[in-house]
């Protein structure tokens, strides 16, 4: 029962192991609560990626860091936490917003079953974010609802845009965010609206 508090907590380096978040300038963040990328070093990293050098320069540093792929923070007492994927990660007029945030607030909504977060082409903010929402069976639900909702949250971390529909995640669980960015690309959101 040690550490009960720290329930979500993907832990601390083990023995041999060192753990660093870094910027985008790639320096490392000490203070808490800071996300960045989560790059880790130790016996167990993989040397190379089979056949793909340029894959393996991007992912592995000179003095033997792997860039994860994943956004973390450290906790005051050095416990590390994922925040959400880089890729997934959405920049709207220069804010940046972590897609998983938005949907743990979204899914605490009672009529919510199921919710996805992802950023939709905009001309203006370059990208925003887009929320994908199922509703429980038997519910009904509108956009009105789920704005007024949000106040919540802060400002810009607001869905600008409301789907109902269902969530496609595949045999693990997990969110199928790919398939949604496709089906939600500019050319197909607009013949959505157009249908709605």
């Known amino acids: 029962v040690e550490n009960i508090h720290k329930v979500g907590a993907i832990g601390v380096p083990g023995y041999g192991w060192e753990a660093q978040i870094r910027d985008e300038q790639d320096q490392p963040i000490t203070a ?39 956004v973390a923070i450290w906790d005051d007492d050095g416990f590390l936490f994922l925040v959400d994927r880089m890729k997934d990660v959405i920049v709207c007029g220069g804010e940046t917003l972590y897609p998983v945030q938005i949907e743990d607030f979204l899914r605490a909504y009672p009529k919510v079953k199921d919710v996805a977060v992802i950023g939709l082409p905009d001309q203006r903010l370059g990208e925003i974010a887009g929320a994908i929402i199922s509703i429980k069976a038997g519910m009904t639900c509108t956009e009105e609802e789920i704005n007024e909702y949000c106040k919540g949250l802060p ?23 790919p398939k949604l960015r496709k089906l939600y690309s500019r050319e197909n959101l607009v013949a959505y609206e157009n249908q709605n």
Not at 42 to 53: D, I, K, L, S
Not at 155 to 177: L, W
């Open 32 to 70: 808490p609560h800071q996300p960045g990328e989560l790059c880790v070093r130790g016996p167990g990293v993989m040397t190379c990626y089979y056949r793909n050098e340029e894959a393996t320069r991007e992912t592995l540093t000179e003095d033997g860091w792997l860039r994860t792929g994943d």
């Open 155 to 177: 400002r810009y971390k607001r869905p600008r845009k409301i789907i109902f529909a269902p969530v496609p995640r595949n045999a693990t669980g997990k969110i199928e965010k």
